[in-house]
C-alpha cells in the first residue's frame, strides 16, 4: 500500500483560495450598484491564483496564528495586487489586452474606468486593513505596523519603484543584479509583505519573521524568473495572458539575460534556499514548503 | 486709532501653508533619488492652496487639539488630493495640460510616470498614517479611525466614485440634486475627512463633530460652486489653469444649471450655513470662520 503523500497542495489551495474568494465578494461593494463597483468586481472576481492572500494565511498557520486575524489583511494585499495589474495593463504602460483569461479592465470598460478602479481598489485595501468591523483579536498598534508594512512594500521604495523602473528598462539590456534589484522592488516586496504582515498577526516571534522574511525574498524571485520563463514558453490558455510579449518589448529578463537552463536553474536554488530558510519551523510551515514548490513547478 | 482686525486670514494661510509645505518636504523621498520621487515632488511642491491640511489644522485648533498631533495627517490628506489632481488630469480623463501654474504631470514627464506617480502618493499617505515615527499623541485605536475615515473619503463612494460620476455626466445635463451629490463625493468628501480627521485627532466630542461635519458639508459645496464659477469667469494667470473647460466638456456646473448670479447666492447662502454651524464655538474656531469668507472670495 502506497503512503498518504505528506501534504496534499492541491486540496489546501483549493481551500484557501475559497477562503479569499469569499472574504473578496464580502469585501467588495455589491454588484450593479455603480459602473465603479462593477468594473472593481470584474477585475478582482476574474479569477487569478490568489498566491499572496495564501501566503499571508499560510505564514500566519506556520507560528501558530489564526486565519480569522490575517484574512482581512490577505484580501487586502490581493486587492493591492490586482490594483497593480489593471494600471500596469493600461496602453500607457504594458497595454496588455488579456488578463486572467479576460478582457483587462481598460478593454473591457475604458481607460479613464480602468485608472479610477485600480485608485478604488488601492484605496479600498487600506479602508479594510483600518476597518472597525475587522473582528481580528489583534492590538492596535499591530494593524498600524501591517497598514505600514503594505504601504511601504506597495509604495515607491516597493513596487511602484519597480514597475517604474521596469518601464525605464525596456529596451535597455541592464545587469543581472540590477534586474534582480527590481524584481525584488516590483513583485518581491508585496509577496514578502504578505508573508510577514501574515506572521506578525498571527503573534510571530522577530526570530520566526528573520527566517520568514528569508523565506520570502526567496519565494518571491523564484516567482518572478518562472514568470519569465512563462513568458517565453507557457502556454497562453493556461496563463490566461498573452506570451512572447516581453521579447516583443525587449524587456531585460531572466530567460534574455541567462537563457532558460540557467533561469530554471536559478530558480531552483532560490527555491531550495526558500526552504533551508523554513528548516527553523516545525510541520505547521509544510504548506508554505509545499508552495516552495508549486512556485517553481505551476503552469500558470 | 483703527481697531485692529478680528482676524487676519492672510497672515495664519500664510503661516499655516508654510508649515504644511515644511512637512511635505519631510515626508517625500528625497529629491533625484529616482524617476518617480522626482515626480512626486514635482507634483506635490507645484504650490497649491493647500486647503484641505490647513482645515485639517483649523479644525483641531477649534476644539483645542494640538497641530502637532494633526500635521501628519494634514499632509497626507494634501498627498491624496494631489494624486487625485494628477489622474484626473491624465489624458484618458479631464486631459489638462497645465495645474497650479505648471505643465501637468504626464506632460512634464509621461503618462506612464504620472499614473505611477499618483499611485505613489495614495500609498505614500497611507505609509505616514501609519507611520511608527509620527510623534503624535495619539491612541492607535484613533490612528485608525482616521486612516479608515480618510479612505472612506477617497474611494469608491467618495472621491473616486465622484470623479466617476463626473466622467459620466459630461454631455449630459444632469438635475441639481444629483450635481449636488456628485460633488458631495467629489470634493465634499474628503475636505469633510481633512475637517473630521483634524477634530479626531485634535479631541473633539462627538457634538462637536456633528457641528464640524455640518460646517463641512457646507464649506465643501460652496468652494466646488466657486470652482464651477472661477471656470466661466476666473483669471487663468491666477487660477493657474485653463478656464472654459467645463463648457468645452458641456459639463453640468452650477453656473450652466442655474446662471451666475444664482450659483454666487447659492454658495453664499452655502457659507451662511456653515458659519452658523460653527456658532457652537468660541473664538478658537475663527480660523475657521476666516476660511469659511475666503473660499467664497478667493480668486484661484
Given at each position: ?197 501574515g506572521a506578525i498577526l498571527g503573534g510571530a516571534t522577530s526570530e520566526q519573521i528573520r527566517h520568514l522574511h528569508k ?16 513568458n517565453v514558453e507557457g502556454d497562453p490558455a493556461l496563463l490566461g495572458k498573452a506570451v512572447g510579449t516581453d521579447e516583443e518589448k525587449k524587456k531585460s529578463t531572466y530567460p534574455a539575460l541567462l537563457g ?41
Amino acid at each position: 500500500m502506497e503512503s498518504p503523500p505528506l501534504f496534499d497542495l492541491k486540496t489546501y489551495l483549493q481551500a484557501k483560495q475559497e477562503q479569499v474568494n469569499d472574504e473578496l465578494v464580502r469585501s467588495l461593494p455589491p454588484a450593479e450598484s455603480s459602473r465603479i463597483a462593477d468594473a472593481m468586481r470584474y477585475s478582482v472576481l476574474a479569477g487569478g491564483k490568489r498566491l499572496r492572500p495564501v501566503l499571508c494565511l499560510a505564514a500566519a498557520e506556520a507560528v501558530g496564528g489564526r486565519s480569522e486575524d490575517v484574512i482581512n489583511t490577505a484580501v487586502a494585499i490581493e486587492l493591492i495586487h490586482t490594483y497593480s495589474l489593471i494600471h500596469d495593463d493600461l496602453p500607457a504602460m504594458d497595454d496588455d489586452v488579456l488578463r486572467r483569461g479576460k478582457p483587462t479592465c481598460h478593454v473591457a470598460y475604458d481607460e479613464a474606468t480602468a485608472i479610477l478602479t485600480g485608485d478604488a481598489l488601492l484605496t479600498l485595501a487600506f479602508q479594510l486593513l483600518a476597518s472597525p468591523e475587522d473582528t481580528a483579536d489583534v492590538p492596535s498598534d499591530k494593524r498600524l505596523q501591517v497598514i505600514h508594512a503594505v504601504a511601504a512594500a506597495a509604495g515607491h521604495k516597493g513596487m511602484i519603484g519597480g514597475q517604474m523602473a521596469d518601464i525605464g528598462s525596456e529596451g535597455n539590456r541592464i545587469a543581472l543584479s540590477r534586474l534582480e534589484q527590481l524584481h525584488m522592488m516590483k513583485t518581491g516586496a508585496l509577496i514578502n509583505a504578505a508573508i510577514t504582515t501574515g506572521a506578525i498577526l498571527g503573534g510571530a516571534t522577530s526570530e520566526q519573521i528573520r527566517h520568514l522574511h528569508k523565506y520570502a525574498q526567496n519565494i518571491g524571485l523564484a516567482f518572478q524568473i518562472i514568470d519569465d520563463i512563462l513568458n517565453v514558453e507557457g502556454d497562453p490558455a493556461l496563463l490566461g495572458k498573452a506570451v512572447g510579449t516581453d521579447e516583443e518589448k525587449k524587456k531585460s529578463t531572466y530567460p534574455a539575460l541567462l537563457g532558460l537552463v540557467e533561469s530554471r536553474k536559478l530558480a531552483a536554488s532560490r527555491v531550495k534556499e526558500a526552504l533551508q530558510a523554513l528548516e527553523y519551523f516545525d510541520k505547521k510551515a509544510d504548506s508554505l514548503r509545499a508552495i516552495a514548490k508549486y512556485v517553481i513547478d505551476r503552469k500558470r
